[in-house]
């Protein structure tokens, strides 16, 4: 891999987009390595996932301009389902996957921190889709996500204004749930993904796929996704394990780590 660092740390990793001279920017290479790197992580350990970008300037600054300039409109739409099918994986990846947004994050960048679960940032950090100022729309799904995040009438705003936004205005429309210093960004990702694996991953999951799936149903059968999913939990060890060390009134014992099964 050129442009990806990937570290397991116990049961949560940490991906790294690593193309710092061009502030991170995911041209065909670095999608084809993310989307291999996140075929590659062992979903029997990993229980969470932290994606940033390298550098202290940039999370990723958009798609590759230089590679896009000279698309046909073919090879336009081939580059935006390339992007569109790596952002769906992270999207619907069977873990939570935590954007710690570490500077610019415009365009591609954006869309890719929306693909994420959940999205923390540094104070530097800046957002946006500027794309109608380069004469394209979003590509890797920011005229779909960015709406369904903040609502339409702010997506639309932002991305007919091709306006960048700083972290606090950010976080005032909820693009994003937290911001921190640059130094406090990462651990405060990582403490964050640490918490999550500690919880029965089954039912991390489980939460993940309810509350995806759910939002692109009715009301209706979004229920009976969950009450699937809920049932589901009643087969894993995880469940028998959680509920028998709440009932134990035992106060000496200690809780153990919840298994993956
Ligand atoms: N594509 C390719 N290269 C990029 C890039 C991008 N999106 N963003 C930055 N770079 C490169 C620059 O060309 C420059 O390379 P050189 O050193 O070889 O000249 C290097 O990264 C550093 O960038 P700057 O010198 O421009 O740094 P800066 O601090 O002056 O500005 C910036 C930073 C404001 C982020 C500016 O780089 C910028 O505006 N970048 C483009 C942002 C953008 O428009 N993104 C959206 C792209 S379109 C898209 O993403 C479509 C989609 O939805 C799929």
Do not use: H, W
Not at 184 to 212: D, G
């Amino acid at each position: 891999m050129d442009y990806i660092l990937y570290e397991q740390k116990g049961n949560y990793a940490v991906l790294t987009i690593n193309r710092e001279k061009a502030l991170n920017a995911l041209n065909s290479q670095v999608l084809e390595e993310l989307d291999g790197t996140l075929d590659a992580v062992d979903l029997s350990q990993v229980r969470c996932l932290v994606i940033t970008g390298a550098g202290a300037k940039s999370f990723v600054a958009g798609a590759d301009i230089g590679e896009m300039s000279t698309l046909t409109k073919e090879e336009g739409e081939a580059f935006g389902k390339k992007g569109n099918d790596v952002m769906r994986k992270i999207e619907t990846f069977p873990i939570p996957v935590i954007a710690a947004v570490n500077g610019f994050a415009l365009g591609g960048g954006c869309e890719l921190s929306m693909s994420c679960d959940i999205r923390i940032c540094s104070d530097n950090a800046v957002f946006g889709q500027p794309e109608v100022g380069l004469g394209i729309t979003p590509g890797f799904g920011g005229t779909q996500r960015l709406a369904r995040l903040i609502g339409a009438g702010m997506a639309k705003q932002l991305i007919y204004t091709a306006r960048n936004i700083k972290a606090d205005e950010a976080y005032r429309i909820g693009l994003v749930n937290g911001v921190y210093s640059q130094e406090e960004l990462l651990p405060a990702a990582e403490k964050m993904a640490s918490t999550i694996a500690k919880n029965a991953p089954i039912a991390v999951r489980n939460c993940k796929k309810a509350i995806n799936e759910g939002l692109d149903a009715d009301m209706e059968e979004a229920l009976v996704i969950e009450e699937k999913l809920f049932g589901g939990c009643f087969e894993t060890e995880d469940q028998k394990y959680g509920m028998a060390f709440f009932l134990d009134k035992n106060k000496e014992k200690v809780k153990e780590p919840f298994r993956n099964c």
